[in-house]
Antibody, heavy 114, light 107 residues
Framework: QVKLLQSGAALVKPGASVKMSCKAS????????VSWVKQSHGKSLEWIGE????????NFNEKFKGKATLTVDKSTSTAYMELSRLTSEDSAIYYC???????WGQGVMVTVSS | DIQMTQSPSSLSASLGDRVTITCRAS??????LTWFQQKPGKSPRRMIY???NLEDGVPSRFSGSRSGSDYSLTISSLESEDVADYHC?????????FGSGTKLEIK
């Protein structure tokens, strides 16, 4: 069965970076785009961007360019997202999802606090 | 960017009621509209894709429809397990954009 297993919660200081992972199983990792989604304030969702594991091609929401970096490791079927120069506005839950958004990871809670 | 205007933001209904949530697209999105259900503390779950297609395993009381630029998610007879947040997503144009969400509660 398809699963996306994300890394654990992170508490990070303002100005620092955080890198989270999303390990896929149960399907051919290189056949599907992986999107990343931010959920702030417990309700609204924002699309951050997507990556195609086969080629590494990416598309981003302009709002997150320079903030988020997406990479993959095909050998371990794992997608990564790194968020840089963190502020309190980056405190949120971050999900990875296989497009067409039929499977989701469990989410990573990122808290930015000194 | 395509704006997805979702309404209502919250909804309280009685068990057995017919419930409708709507997303209006600011531009033509064809049928590139997906509905998600999200229960507290859980990840979103795809319910409807392609505006009208029911995801496997989703109860038949859920349905999706389109009228022009208005897309609706309808629950024909509300059950207690349907308490959740509901989100729509357009995926025809970058950046992909979600509606602002609807919180559905039992009256």
């Amino acid at each position: 069965q398809v699963k996306l297993l994300q890394s654990g919660a992170a508490l990070v200081k303002p100005g620092a970076s955080v890198k989270m992972s999303c390990k896929a199983s149960g399907y051919t990792f290189t056949d599907y785009w992986v999107s990343w989604v931010k959920q702030s304030h417990g309700k609204s969702l924002e699309w951050i961007g997507e990556i195609y594991p086969n080629s590494g091609a990416t598309n981003f929401n302009e709002k997150f360019k320079g903030k988020a970096t997406l990479t993959v490791d095909k050998s371990t079927s794992t997608a990564y997202m790194e968020l840089s120069r963190l502020t309190s506005e980056d405190s949120a839950i971050y999900y990875c999802t296989r497009e067409p958004f039929d499977y989701w990871g469990q989410g990573v809670m990122v808290t930015v606090s000194s | 960017d395509i704006q997805m205007t979702q309404s209502p933001s919250s909804l309280s209904a009685s068990l057995g009621d017919r419930v409708t949530i709507t997303c209006r697209a600011s531009q033509d999105i064809g049928n590139y509209l997906t509905w998600f259900q999200q229960k507290p503390g859980k990840s979103p779950r795809r319910m409807i894709y392609g505006a009208t297609n029911l995801e496997d395993g989703v109860p038949s009381r859920f349905s999706g429809s389109r009228s022009g630029s208005d897309y609706s998610l309808t629950i024909s007879s509300l059950e207690s397990e349907d308490v959740a947040d509901y989100h729509c997503l357009q995926s025809i144009q970058y950046p992909l954009t979600f509606g602002s969400g609807t919180k559905l509660e039992i009256k």
